[in-house]
């Protein structure tokens, strides 16, 4: 529970039988939305193992991609856009494999919709 959650918040929440709205209402960020928790969803499953525990042990560390569009450029130096993280993902890059075909267009902008909210 985090600090800015006053108990008002809570109780009133469960009062009006919302614990779970009241609950939510207390996060500094606001919930990820449909689009955003597909993305997260391709992410856990796709990308994070490398890129969270890179638990193929490759050479290369694959990097971190929380914040990702925060920056100008992304790791390799490029400039952060939509459309170099979709070539990326799609095509690949040194030890990164492609994905070309694996993702829907629904899915990759799911993913960008993603990775846009810095990973959450
Ligand atoms: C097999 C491990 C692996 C998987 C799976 C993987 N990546 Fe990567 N990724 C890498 C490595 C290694 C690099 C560094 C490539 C380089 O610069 O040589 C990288 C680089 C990147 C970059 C930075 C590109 C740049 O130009 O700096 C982005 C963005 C990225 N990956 C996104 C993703 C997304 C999104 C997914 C899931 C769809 C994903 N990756 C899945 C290993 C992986």
């Not at 100008?72 to 799609?90: E, K, M």
Request: with cysteine.
């Amino acid at each position: 529970m985090s600090l800015i959650c006053g108990r008002p918040a809570i109780w009133a929440g469960m009062a009006a039988g919302l614990s779970f709205a009241g609950v939510a209402g207390c996060q500094s960020v606001p919930a990820l939305n449909p689009q955003q928790t597909e993305g997260k969803h391709l992410y856990d499953v796709r990308c994070a193992h490398c890129h969270e525990d890179n638990d193929l042990a490759l050479k290369k560390v694959p990097p971190d991609l929380h914040g990702l569009f925060d920056r100008q450029t992304l790791p390799s130096g490029i400039p952060a856009t939509d459309i170099a993280v979709r070539q990326n993902v799609l095509y690949g890059k040194g030890l990164m494999p492609g994905f070309a075909g694996r993702f829907t267009d629904e899915q990759m902008a799911a993913l960008l919709a993603y990775l846009h909210t810095g990973l959450r």
